[in-house]
């Protein structure tokens, strides 16, 4: 069975420019969320999707961030425009409820 | 506001030795806990979980315990591997919501 798929792996850009990541969950799980974790610390939910509902985005920063799961299978997120502060990991997880997450490996971002 | 506290950043055990990290959370309405184990450049890996119907949980080496009255939760490893060497995030959640609040993580070193 093919794990969560992030892209890209590692992206460097200029502040003020947008960045997009892509997630591929897991077949079969129709819940996708998207974490980010910053240095030294532990993984923090930004957005959570039931097929393509976003059920909980309370935490996405949503002036600059947006987010998107159509068709209920992949999702995009995307900062638009990046901030210094927006370095960190984004991670994509995917579960089939009642179940732990799965991660994919990350998207490390680096805003000059 | 932490909900999920882990107060070693770091931990530095002997090969061969039990490995025992430390979990607090606030919550009371957490009734599902986890641990992950996260390897450089990678996403976190589940490794062990436990429900707040149970005060224990084993998986060969690894043994979850949890103690609702003080709301805490430790995970102990037996015996230490050098494969162990990680960060160990410890996650709270309530399991109908599929929520997940990480810790900031403690970096286990097992030495030779």
């Known amino acids: 069975e093919a794990g969560v798929v992030q892209s890209p792996r590692y992206k460097i850009i200029e502040k003020k420019q947008p960045v997009a990541f892509w997630c591929n969950p897991i077949s079969g799980h129709n819940t996708l969320y998207w974490y980010r974790q910053n240095l030294g610390q532990g993984p923090e939910l930004l957005i959570r999707?039931?097929?393509?509902?976003?059920?909980?985005d309370s935490q996405l920063p949503k002036d600059r961030f947006s987010a998107e799961r159509l068709k209920g299978v992949d999702s995009t997120l995307k900062i638009q425009p990046a901030e210094l502060g927006d370095s960190a990991v984004y991670l994509c997880a995917s579960s089939k409820p009642p179940g732990e997450l799965f991660f994919g490996e990350g998207s490390r971002l680096t805003v000059l | 506001d932490q909900q999920v506290k882990q107060n070693s950043p770091s931990l530095s055990v002997q090969e061969g030795r039990i490995s025992i990290l430390n979990c607090d959370y606030t919550n009371s309405m957490f009734d599902y806990f986890l641990w992950y184990k996260k390897y450089p450049a990678e996403g976190p890996t589940f490794l062990i979980s436990i429900s707040s119907i149970k005060d224990k949980n084993e998986d060969g080496r690894f043994t979850v315990f949890l103690n609702k009255s003080a709301k805490h939760l430790s995970l102990h490893i037996v015996p230490s591997q050098p494969g162990d060497s990680a960060v160990y995030f410890c996650?709270?959640?309530?399991?109908?919501?599929?929520?997940?609040?990480f810790g900031q993580g403690t970096r286990l070193t097992i030495n030779p």
């Open positions: 996650a709270a959640g309530d399991w109908g919501a599929q929520k997940l609040v």
């Open positions: 999707y039931e097929n393509e509902e976003a059920v909980d």
